[in-house]
């Protein structure tokens, strides 16, 4: 009945891969001043936003798999050094975009 309720690989996979991305494309340490880091941050966007929708796609997520993914996606930036704030605002977006993608229509 719940076999699929608590399964979340799937979900581990997608949070590493986010982590991965915002290592690579904003180091912990960036600088605000760093040439380029708006065209960083708007590859980074993009490339989120298009794994999101394939995500939301192919995964049913539940409130507990949503919880897991920005918990885990917290701790990993977190133990990368962000800051708090960083982290938190980018936990929030990272649900919002899930919940939108979610929503749309052909899912």
Known sequence: MF??????????????????????????SFAPGVKNIADRAEKLNESIAKKTVEFSRSTKLNIYKKARLAARVREGMSALGY?????????????????????????
Do not use: H, N
Request: proline share 6%.
């Open 3 to 28: 076999g699929s309720f608590f399964k979340t690989a799937d979900v581990d996979q997608y949070a590493d891969w986010i982590v991965a991305e915002v290592k690579r494309s904003l180091p912990p």
């Open 83 to 107: 800051s708090e704030t960083f982290v938190k605002s980018f936990s929030f977006d990272l649900l919002a975009r899930l919940q939108a993608a979610s929503k749309q229509p052909g899912r």
